[in-house]
């Protein structure tokens, strides 16, 4: 079993920033990918970073070049810092972890005003 917890989110203003961060606890070495996924009001959830063992980063296109995933092993935490933000980044920002199973966190919520 994998435990995910979300923290970082909040408000900000258009052209901001935000770190959010995502520790893993449990069985942690089984963990093979970690990503951020986000889902606005009324809309699904879609990738928007994710970091794998075998594949490295992928973005959605929509945040490449604002949005940085990174990993910090030693504290089993993924980040991502997003630069730049827009009002259409706010929703609920979900980490998971990629294991024999998929585990999710509770969501933060991101809110950019214009």
């Known amino acids: 079993q994998v435990q995910v917890v979300e923290s970082g989110g909040g408000l900000v203003q258009a052209g901001g920033s935000l770190r959010l961060s995502c520790a893993a606890s449990?069985?942690?070495?089984?963990?093979?990918?970690m990503g951020w996924y986000r889902q606005a009001p009324g809309k699904g959830r879609d990738l928007v970073a994710r970091?794998?063992?075998?594949?490295?980063?992928n973005y959605a296109d929509s945040v490449k070049g604002r949005f940085t995933i990174s990993i910090d092993n030693a504290k089993n935490t993924v980040y991502l810092q997003m630069n730049s933000l827009k009002p259409e980044d706010t929703a609920v920002y979900y980490c998971?972890?990629?294991?024999?199973?998929?585990?999710w966190g509770q969501g933060t919520q991101v809110t950019v005003s214009s």
């Open positions: 449990g069985s942690t070495d089984s963990i093979h990918a």
């Open positions: 970091i794998s063992s075998t594949t490295g980063t």
């Open positions: 998971n972890a990629e294991a024999s199973s998929v585990y």
